[in-house]
């Protein structure tokens, strides 16, 4: 299974747009690359989730470079309810995830 | 589309006691996972289940947990007897194809 390694942590504000990049060197071929949010006392929560270049949905994008060593998840104009923890995960198929300490963003007024 | 449910959302018992939790999958989901998190550490695999089959149990940490899926639904994981170290949040996640939602969680204390 690939590791990944994400800032701890980030700070923005109300409206600004955050990107978190996520880096997996050893990805392999049939892996692909997911984002989950998670609120204190609340299970992980699916975001998003791609194999290659761009996929972008009604919460979030995720750009993938063609070298797939690397992801960016993309928030546009977060607000306080964005405030959390995001894990970014590698995995194929049906595989077992495997969490890091994610990135906690906490975003102000 | 109902979730991910789990139950009970809390549970406290004495150590030595026994404790089961229930997970109930999204419906048609045949791919069923338990996880848990360990005070200050991170969210770690138990086990997956693929219909009532275990497909990888590599995480189960040792013979006082058990987890079934009798008819391939919901999946309960019984801990016995169970240890201070037990306690933690276990969430069950249940997918189609890649994605797997997770549920609430079941915190489970033991004292």
């Known amino acids: 299974l690939a590791k990944t390694t994400q800032p701890i942590s980030m700070d923005s504000y109300e409206g600004q747009e955050v990107n978190i990049t996520c880096s997996h060197n050893n990805i392999a071929t049939n892996d692909y690359i997911t984002w989950y949010q998670q609120f204190p006392s609340q299970g992980p929560r699916f975001i998003i989730q791609g194999y290659k270049t761009k996929v972008t949905n009604e919460v979030a994008s995720l750009f993938i470079p063609a070298d797939r060593k690397s992801s960016t998840l993309s928030l546009p104009r977060v607000s306080l309810s964005d405030t959390a923890v995001y894990y970014c995960l590698v995995a194929s198929g049906f595989q077992k995830l495997v969490f890091g300490t994610g990135t906690r963003l906490l975003v102000s007024p | 589309e109902a979730g991910v449910t789990q139950f009970p959302s809390h549970s406290v018992i004495e150590k030595g006691q026994t404790v089961t939790l229930r997970c109930d999958p999204i419906?048609?989901?045949?791919?069923l996972y338990w996880y848990r998190r360990v005070m200050g550490k991170e969210i770690k695999f138990l086990l997956h289940?693929?219909?009532?089959?275990?497909?990888?149990e590599s995480g189960m940490p040792n013979n006082r947990f058990l987890a079934e899926r009798t008819g391939g639904t919901y999946s309960t994981l019984k801990v016995q007897p169970a240890e201070l170290e037990d306690s933690g949040v276990y969430f069950c996640?249940?997918?189609?194809?890649?994605?797997?939602?997770f549920g609430p969680g079941t915190r489970l204390t033991v004292t």
């Open positions: 419906s048609g989901h045949d791919n």
């Open positions: 289940f693929v219909k009532e089959s275990k497909q990888d």
């Open positions: 996640a249940s997918s189609h194809l890649t994605e797997q939602y």
